[in-house]
């Protein structure tokens, strides 16, 4: 086994040492590599110098942090439970614990009427120094909260040529820190390329 990979939904509101057990238990059913990829997704808020002490005690070498924006009209639209502040204060707090390799989750596209800065947001998350960063664009599925409120009328998504400009210019700005833009939502710094996620992308192997 390469890499490891607990998410999607919230992994990190579960104890840590439940992590340690099924990591335990893929070392007893399967020969892990020495320097295995081993990623967590975690929600800003839920990133405590204890839990984050405890995942690195468990093998967590790798943390995917769903920021999604840093504008607070933005992150009460989502549903978000954590405040503008509070991704900086979680990597802060990762680094202690010895856990560097942090990737950061923004979504773009969101509708317009919210105001949100996408660039502000693009710069915010660069000057946090992540070693990944994923772009995820909003999209409207039947059947989700969004499609229903965008089929009432009460959000209106936003429209391609534009969602098109935000992408495009978090592609250069990402470009202009560093970062290699190596998938079509990926970027990281050389040497940070997300293992797992390469692994779909070439048709690798994978137990899920």
Known sequence: IQTIY????????IE????????????ADR????HAEITLEANPDDVTPAAAAGWAEQGINRVSLGVQSFHPAALEWM??????????IAIETLRR???RNVSVDLIYALP??????????VERALALAPSHVSLYGLT??????????????????MPDPAAEVEYLAAHEMLE???YRHYEVSNAGLPGFESRHNQAYWSRATYLG
């Open 112 to 121: 317009e009427a919210l105001g949100r800065d996408w660039k502000s947001d």
């Open 97 to 99: 614990a010895g856990i």
């Open 140 to 157: 409207v599925e039947t059947g989700t909260p969004l499609g229903k409120w965008v089929a009432r009328g009460a959000a209106e998504p």
């Open 31 to 34: 020969l892990v590599a020495e």
């Open 176 to 178: 202009r820190g560093g």
């Open 6 to 13: 607990f998410g999607g939904g919230t992994p990190s509101r």
């Open 16 to 27: 840590p040492a439940a992590v340690g057990a099924i990591v335990a238990a893929i070392r």
């Open 79 to 88: 549903h978000r439970t954590h405040g503008p502040e509070q991704p900086g």
